[in-house]
């Protein structure tokens, strides 16, 4: 047997001859493709927990949508998104009109929302239901919601090219974004607006990665591409080839190892983040080779 034919076996046979395999791999993709660039901005703006909070936060609308609809992944999404939507208003409304600022007053919402959802869904489905909402099922991915995954990341790649220079002005200089607009209100159209792709990304995320662990392929291959690029376009680019390269390992590893797909993705997207910490160029052991007095 050549290396290519044993390649092909492990590697490429299981999408080939199963269907729900191939889905799986186009909605890990897909989501490498919209929510990992977010994930860099998100790290850029230094709000990288605020997606983990999102991420809790989207479960009350979920578990309504769930009460009333049961596993609809239309009722789900919309639930989960107004329920983001709603978490992101009233977390701006608390630190404009009290001294609690917004990363403080999103924490103690999402702990509380969180709390919720997990409630409702209990007091109405199996447990089977609950830990498909809170892990997803990334192998049970349909036609239906693989056009979920696959609209919401086309909408945010579009939407982040058609407003990638507001963002990076309104990330490093907020106050110039509000002088230019004249009243105070530049920089805020674009945060929310930027909230709102979150919030998209998270709730199309859920049903494969589950509601706890949306925002790691978000997060993860954004914070390591950090380490090996200082260029923006360059750490948008990585974030997303890392995010696609721990969906395919990852999809591989649970297809032989026979365990949950979605926490073995997150596994070997931090596996990527801890070889971007030992080997990046701004990583340990190149920093610690340009220091020789600490070699000795």
């Given at each position: ?52 909070a ?22 789900l ?65 349909d ?44 920089g ?68 032989y190892?026979?365990v ?10 931090g ?10 160029p ?15």
């Amino acid at each position: 047997m050549t290396l290519w034919s044993t390649f092909h076996q492990f590697a490429i046979e299981p999408f080939q001859e199963f269907s729900f395999m191939r889905r799986a791999l186009v909605a890990a993709f897909a989501l490498a493709l919209g929510s990992a660039p977010l994930g860099v901005l998100l790290t850029l703006r230094r709000m990288s927990l605020f997606g983990e909070a999102l991420s809790h936060a989207v479960l009350p609308g979920v578990a309504v949508g769930f009460i009333f609809f049961g596993l609809s992944l239309p009722a789900l999404s919309i639930g989960g998104f107004a329920a983001g939507v709603l978490v992101v208003a009233v977390a701006g409304w608390i630190s404009r009109h009290t001294e609690i600022k917004e990363d403080a007053s999103m924490a103690a919402i999402y702990v509380v929302a969180l709390a919720l959802g997990v409630i409702l869904i209990s007091r109405h489905g199996t447990q089977l239901d609950l830990l498909h909402i809170l892990f997803g099922n990334v192998l049970g991915v349909d036609s239906e919601g693989l056009l979920l995954i696959a609209g919401v990341a086309s909408a945010s790649v579009l939407a982040i090219a058609a407003l990638y220079r507001g963002l990076l002005l309104e990330s490093f200089d907020p106050g110039y974004m509000s002088v230019g607009r004249g009243n105070g209100r530049g920089g805020e159209v674009y945060q929310q607006a930027f909230l709102m792709l979150v919030v998209m990304n998270l709730v199309a995320s859920f049903q494969t990665l589950g509601t706890l662990m949306a925002v790691g392929l978000m997060m993860l291959p954004a914070v390591s591409a950090r380490l090996w690029h200082d260029t923006l376009p360059a750490q948008l680019c990585n974030s997303v080839l890392q995010a696609a390269v721990a969906g395919y390992a990852g999809l591989l590893i649970s297809y032989y190892a026979s365990v949950p797909s979605g926490p073995v993705i997150i596994v070997c997207a931090g596996a990527l983040y801890a070889l971007s910490l030992l080997f990046a160029p701004r990583g340990w052991l190149p920093r610690l080779l340009k220091r020789p007095h600490l070699r000795g």
